[in-house]
Every structure is written in C-alpha cells, then in structure tokens.
C-alpha cells in the first residue's frame, strides 16, 4: 500500500493540532464552559492566540486536503476541492477577527468574524458530502461517507440546538470536522 502524500499528511497533522489546540484552550481557560459559551468566546480571553492558531490550522488542512484531491486523487470531486478552498478562507477570516462578547456581533469586524466562521462551516459540510458521495459511489467509501453525514448532522444540530446548549454543538462540530479532515486526508491521499 502506498504512503499518504505530503500534502495528505499536512492536512492530517493540521487538523489534529487544531484539535489538540482546542484541546488545550479548555484546560488553559475553564472559564468558558461548554454549556454556555461557544468556541469563538476562547478568541476574548487571554489565550486568544491559540484559538486563532487553531483557525488558521483548520485553513491550512483544507487547503491541503483540496490540493491532495486535485493533485493526487484521479477522479476526485473538484466541487469537493472547490468548498474546501472556500471554508479555508472563511476559516482565516474568522482567524483575523474576533468575535462580540457573548456571541453577538456588533461591529464590522465581528460581523466578519461571524460571517466567515459560518462560510467555514457550512461549505466545509458541503464540501464533505461532495467529497465522500464521490469516493462512497466510486469505490464504496463507507467510512469517509458515514463521517460526512455526521458531519452534516453535527452542522444540523448546531444550527438548531436548544438555548442551555450553547456551546455543545460547536464542539461535536469541530470534532466531527477535524475527524472528517484527518480520515480524508489519510485514506485519499494516496498517489
């Protein structure tokens, strides 16, 4: 069996230190509980730099992954690729801005901030299910396709959560999406 190719194994690693980053920011700052507060809020605190790290981390493995799926993947979805590009821009945009306190949005800049987080998001769940429909019907990717549809599950659950649940969906989201990267980019990075 063939090795992963560099870029596969950039988005691996990218997506598995913007994990562990988020990771680390619970243990560094429990002020903010999941219960009520979601992951943007770690950008207001003291260790701001980390989640921006995370964020551009997260950019970084979709901009790998799209490139190891053009590059490297006869037959690859290009659509696929394509929302990967953009969740990454939505990523550092998100990165470059913080949020307002509490989740609302009240300046330009947190406007963009909200906006593309929200982009990063929902294209990089278009982007799975574009991806893994293509390698499921192709060769029968069950486990890429199960995780897409997780992935889009988790992205349903955090459009619509109940209010006591703030900030839970969030992290079942970037958990489902750095899952979703890591997987990808290691079992479809092979030249």
């Known amino acids: 069996m063939d090795k992963p190719s560099g870029s596969a194994w950039l988005a691996f690693l990218s997506a598995l230190l913007a994990a562990s980053l988020i ?52 037959g690859s979805s290009r659509l696929g690729a394509f ?48 991806v893994s429909w293509r390698s ?3 060769s029968g990717g069950w486990p890429s396709f199960l995780v897409a549809v997780g992935l889009a599950a988790a992205w349903l659950w955090l459009q619509f959560a109940p209010e006591g649940l703030t900030g839970w969906p969030d992290r079942v989201f970037m958990a489902a999406l750095t899952l979703w990267y890591a997987a990808t980019a290691i079992f479809s990075g092979r030249p």
């Open 23 to 74: 990771l680390v920011l619970h243990w560094l700052d429990p002020q903010y509980l999941p219960a009520r507060h979601d992951l943007a809020q770690y950008m207001l605190g003291k260790y701001s730099w980390l989640m921006r790290a995370a964020l551009v981390l997260l950019a970084v493995a979709a901009v790998s992954l799209a490139y190891t799926l053009v590059v490297n993947v006869p």
């Open 83 to 130: 929302l990967l590009l953009l969740a990454a821009f939505g990523f550092l945009f998100a990165s470059f801005f913080a949020p307002g306190p509490g989740g609302v949005a009240t300046t330009l800049a947190e406007e963009v901030h909200s906006g593309g987080l929200g982009m990063a998001m929902f294209t990089a769940v278009l982007a799975g299910l574009a």
């Open 136 to 138: 499921f019907r192709a």
